[in-house]
């Protein structure tokens, strides 16, 4: 039994693997509670500092920008310098830039530029701290385990939104939007020393030619002494070419770049443009106010984090292609229903209202799917700089998906947007249209990873490589 098959055997997690994987995580969870409070802030700055819709847009389009950027870089840096390294850069980029939004000077015509350009900086941490954070957890999991593991992390993201109203709610009146932030900050300080301890992932190691160092690391992952570690690594190849990782690369594996970067693009851009839209939608179609919205969103978000729980589980139990394409096809089937019956009840309850709760329990469940998923479909060699392509590539919907529905509604305020009510439909129609591509292209072009090792993937991959385009992986 060689290294990582010992490293893949067991039918259980050590305490070291749970705490990367809640180290992940908590990074993941900070990445969407920046993304919910810059909504927050803006709503004290745009009446304060007199913004304009260009200025706000700004502001709220920065930080997607930054991520797309990020994303690009930090994937590739990890193929070419390690996991390990990069795991902690991001977490410092991010947390620093958080903690210097809090500074945010008081003056409109230099306060919006600042927080604009800081936006940016915390984008590019963020983009990176996702696509090395799923690879690193992936690479250190047994193979039975890995979905299972790598969707839980992404659970996260509806725990951000969740922290992000609690602290709202709680401490806003007290402390402010600065303060709120700098708590933010203070997380991901904890998070950085947590972090510095995590060692080099075994499998980069390896194909640097160093396997000694990958057997100190299995070691460490499995709780054993390192002498109870084979010191034979197997198959995985020794491949030093990843110094010179580039697009020219991932253009060698067109199905990998294909699936990862078109599941990407369909899942972000309706979730969100969904997101950044549903407080108003809820106060337009069932005539609450405002303030109500927060009980509201409470529901849609427990929504959401019980989909990504069970994706977690249903990506091992039926595969990742099947889980993926359920989640797609039934978020756009349930947005579609929702323009249907959006003036129903039931028993008093809204459809409406129960049928965004649904969505949002797919379209969020498709996420704990799409992002280990987007990991696994690469080599190794190419991992993070695969996902971090196709993790930007989606990035473009944080843009296209707030703003297309925008601009298809005649809407002249991102922030708070205000349609008509009976021109919301079409919106959704444009939502469903994002999430069915997903789901299309799980069923033509999806790969199917459930129940392999990194390296059966590995030698699946390079196979299909060499036949130049022949027949991919065997869908199950």
């Known amino acids: 039994m060689n290294m990582f098959q010992q490293l893949d055997s067991p039918p259980g997690l050590t305490g070291r693997q749970r705490r990367l994987a809640f180290v992940s995580t908590g990074a993941v969870c900070l990445e969407f509670l920046d993304y919910f409070l810059i909504g927050l802030i803006l709503t004290f700055l745009v009446g304060d500092w007199g913004l304009s819709f260009g200025q706000s847009s700004v502001i709220l389009l920065a930080s997607g920008i930054g991520a797309i950027v990020g994303a690009f870089y930090f994937g590739r840096l ?65 193979a039975a385990k890995r979905g299972r593991v790598t969707g839980l992390v992404t659970s996260a993201i509806p725990v951000g939104f969740l922290l992000g109203s609690l602290l709202v709610w709680l401490l806003s009146d007290a402390i402010g939007w600065r303060g709120i932030l700098a708590i933010a900050a203070a997380f991901g300080g904890i998070l950085f020393f947590m972090r510095v301890s995590i060692p080099e992932s075994p499998r980069y190691l390896v194909r640097e030619g160093r396997p000694e160092a990958a057997r100190r690391s299995i070691a460490w992952a499995l709780e054993v002494p390192l002498d109870a570690v084979s010191a034979d690594p197997g198959e995985v190849p020794v491949d030093n070419a990843t110094k010179k990782v580039g697009l020219k690369s991932l ?12 599941t990407n693009l369909g899942m972000q851009t309706g979730y969100y443009g969904l997101s950044l ?29 019980a989909g990504r729980f069970w994706f977690a589980f249903l990506a091992e139990a039926i ?10 096809l039934a978020a756009a089937s349930f947005l579609v229903l929702a323009t249907v019956y959006d003036q129903a009840y039931l028993g008093g309850v809204s459809i409406f209202f129960l049928l965004l709760i649904i969505t949002y329990f797919f379209g969020e469940g498709g996420f704990a799917v799409v992002g280990p998923y987007s990991g696994e479909v690469w080599p190794s060699a190419l991992r993070t700089t695969g996902m971090g392509f196709a ?15 925008g601009l298809l509604l005649g809407s002249s305020n991102l922030v708070k947007p205000e349609v008509e009510v009976a021109g919301f439909g079409a919106g959704f129609i444009y939502f469903a249209a994002w999430y069915l591509l997903c789901a299309l292209v799980f069923v033509f072009f999806g790969l199917e990873t459930r129940g392999k090792s990194l390296e059966q993937l590995d030698q699946e991959l390079e196979g299909q490589h060499r036949r130049s385009g022949s027949r991919s992986l065997e869908s199950e």
């Open 78 to 142: 990890a193929d070419r310098i390690g996991r390990r390294p990069v795991f902690v850069i991001t977490i410092a980029v991010f947390s620093i830039a958080t903690g210097a939004l809090a500074l945010t000077p008081d003056s409109a015509s230099v306060g919006w530029i600042y927080l604009a350009l800081l936006r940016v900086v915390v984008g590019f941490g963020a983009g990176g701290l996702y696509v090395v954070d799923l690879p690193l957890v992936q690479e250190f999991m047994p």
């Open 251 to 262: 253009l060698a594996y067109p199905r990998s770049l294909s699936v990862s970067s078109l």
């Open 277 to 305: 839209w549903t407080p108003t939608l809820l106060v337009m179609v069932l005539g609450i106010s405002p303030a109500e919205t927060g009980m509201y969103m409470v529901f849609v978000t427990l929504g959401a984090l």
């Open 319 to 328: 595969g990742r292609r099947r889980a993926g394409a359920l989640a797609g």
């Open 391 to 405: 993790y930007g590539f989606g990035g473009i919907g944080k843009v296209i998906g707030p703003l297309g529905l």
